[in-house]
């Protein structure tokens, strides 16, 4: 089943995506309360708003599919990792701590954009790039989840594309902090949430998923590769995630970025001459199952606002 939230005169409305049709939920009733609800009962929900006509998916706008307590975004494609870090040091390899365990950042759930909805370029941001990703969204309250029982604590899956801009995120990694404002400004999630019962019979005998991931700029793709890539799966991130502190209902655990050219970093990274995206770029992310978001590349908004430099300590 596919669980949108879509705008309609003036307000939000959760909605039932069937082929290219929409059918609303009851007023009032939002995606994020058939998570809390469970699967099951969300979908039987769901199987009951699915009467008429509907409205012609072409129609509606798209909002993201939920509004999530939390996004925790993932570095789960080894690829991606190495490409990315020989932008700073044309010998870099990825390294031990990498490997130990799925490493995390959380990122701003209010600046969660649609599947179609334009992103403008933050203020300052010269090298703007994408980042291919799906994210899981999880299903239960809970703690200390063991990776044997996380599959019955995630919902469904969505794509999302991570906007990432580079010049900024660069100088916030040297504080030693992770990335703020080079990250906080815009993440896509949609264009809708397909339920885990549907995604989940597609694994393979080894449990990935071999979902086909593919980017493109302006018609022209740019990167592919396959969800299975992934270095661990959605319940061990999910199990890491949970371990020694609670996750939510509806928080979103995103995947990190697949290789194959997923982001224009890892393209830098392996002396790929591409342009950063510009405003007027249209960015298309599909993956095989969950659907295509496509958001255009706008001019920055309003000024820059100044930022006074620190004040020296004075023994």
């Known amino acids: 089943m596919r669980l949108a939230t879509v705008h309609l005169d003036g307000g939000l409305r959760a909605a039932v995506v069937v082929d290219d049709r929409v059918h609303l939920m009851p007023a009032g009733l939002t995606v994020l309360d058939l998570v809390r609800s469970g699967l099951a009962a969300a979908v039987e929900a769901g199987a009951r708003a699915v009467s008429g006509a509907g409205l012609p998916l072409a129609d509606v706008?798209?909002?993201?599919?939920?509004?999530?307590?939390?996004?925790?975004?993932?570095?789960?494609?080894?690829?991606?990792?190495?490409?990315?870090?020989?932008?700073?040091?044309?010998?870099?390899?990825?390294?031990?701590?990498?490997?130990?365990?799925?490493?995390?950042?959380?990122?701003?759930?209010?600046?969660?954009?649609?599947?179609?909805?334009?992103?403008?370029?933050?203020?300052?941001c010269e090298r703007l790039d994408f980042e291919l990703e799906v994210a899981a969204v999880v299903g239960r309250d809970a703690r200390d989840v063991a990776a044997a029982d996380a599959d019955a604590h995630l919902f469904g899956y969505a794509v999302l594309n991570d906007w990432s801009a580079r010049d900024l995120q660069r100088p916030e990694m040297r504080v030693g902090l992770g990335p703020c404002k080079g990250k906080d400004f815009a993440t896509t999630l949609g264009p809708w949430i397909v339920t885990a019962d549907e995604v989940h019979s597609w694994r393979d005998?080894?449990?990935?998923?071999?979902?086909?991931?593919?980017?493109?700029?302006?018609?022209?793709?740019?990167?592919?590769d396959r969800l299975s890539s992934?270095?661990?799966?959605?319940?061990?991130?999910?199990?890491?995630?949970?371990r020694g502190a609670p996750v939510r209902a509806g928080d979103v655990l995103g995947s990190g970025t697949c290789g194959g050219g997923g982001s224009l970093a890892e393209?830098?990274?392996?002396?790929?001459?591409?342009?950063?995206?510009?405003?007027?770029?249209?960015?298309?992310?599909?993956?095989?199952?969950?659907?295509?978001?496509?958001?255009?590349?706008?001019?920055?908004?309003?000024?820059?606002?100044?930022?006074?430099?620190?004040?020296?300590?004075?023994?």
Do not use: C, K
């Open 230 to 242: 992934m270095a661990w799966t959605f319940g061990e991130l999910l199990s890491y995630a949970s």
């Open 61 to 124: 706008r798209l909002a993201p599919p939920l509004e999530p307590p939390s996004v925790r975004d993932f570095m789960a494609f080894e690829e991606h990792v190495e490409g990315a870090l020989r932008t700073v040091a044309a010998d870099a390899a990825v390294p031990q701590e990498w490997y130990d365990a799925p490493r995390f950042y959380f990122t701003n759930p209010a600046a969660l954009v649609g599947a179609h909805d334009d992103v403008a370029v933050p203020p300052g």
């Open 205 to 224: 005998a080894d449990g990935t998923l071999p979902l086909e991931m593919v980017v493109a700029v302006g018609g022209v793709e740019v990167g592919r």
């Open 267 to 315: 393209l830098w990274g392996r002396g790929a001459d591409v342009a950063p995206l510009q405003p007027g770029d249209v960015v298309t992310m599909t993956v095989e199952g969950l659907g295509t978001i496509a958001n255009r590349v706008v001019a920055p908004t309003g000024g820059e606002p100044a930022v006074a430099p620190a004040r020296r300590r004075v023994r």
